[in-house]
C-alpha cells in the first residue's frame, strides 16, 4: 500500500515558480516511478512529469519542458516538481501518483496510487 499527499500548491503571478511536494508512504519507494499529471477545469488529466525508480529516466510533457524539473529524494520518500516560469496555462489541480514498477509511464491508467491533488493558480 502506499498513500500519497501533495503539498505546496498555491497563488503565483505569472514567471513565478513553485515547488510542489508529495509525500509517500511504505519504505519500498525506490520501487515505485513516480509522476505527476494535472487537471484543469472542463478538461481532461494530463501527464506533467515522470521519474522512474533508479531516477535513470525522466520524462516531460512538451508544454512543460524546460520549465519543470522533477525529482525525486528516495531517503525521504518525496518526489518534487519544480516549477519555474509559471504561465496562467498552468493553472490546474496537480496530482502526485505512484506506479508498481519502477519505469516511468505517461498514462494515468497505469498508475495505481494517487494523492488527493494540490491547487496551482497562476495569475496574469
Known amino acids: 500500500q502506499v498513500q500519497l499527499a501533495e503539498s505546496g500548491g498555491g497563488l503565483v503571478q505569472a514567471g513565478g515558480s513553485l515547488r510542489l511536494s508529495c509525500a509517500a508512504s511504505?519504505?519500498?519507494?525506490?520501487?515505485?516511478?513516480m509522476g505527476w499529471f494535472r487537471q484543469a477545469p472542463g478538461k481532461e488529466r494530463e501527464f506533467v512529469a515522470a521519474?522512474?525508480?533508479?531516477?535513470?529516466?525522466?520524462s516531460y510533457a512538451d508544454s512543460v519542458k524546460g520549465r519543470f524539473t522533477i525529482s525525486r529524494d528516495n531517503a525521504k520518500n518525496t518526489v518534487y516538481l519544480q516549477m519555474n516560469s509559471l504561465k496562467p496555462e498552468d493553472t490546474a489541480v496537480y496530482y502526485c501518483a505512484a506506479r508498481s514498477a519502477r519505469l516511468s509511464s505517461f498514462t494515468p491508467s497505469t498508475y495505481d496510487y494517487w494523492g488527493q491533488g494540490t491547487q496551482v493558480t497562476v495569475s496574469s
Open positions: 511504505g519504505r519500498t519507494f525506490s520501487n515505485h516511478a
Open positions: 521519474i522512474s525508480g533508479r531516477r535513470d529516466d525522466l
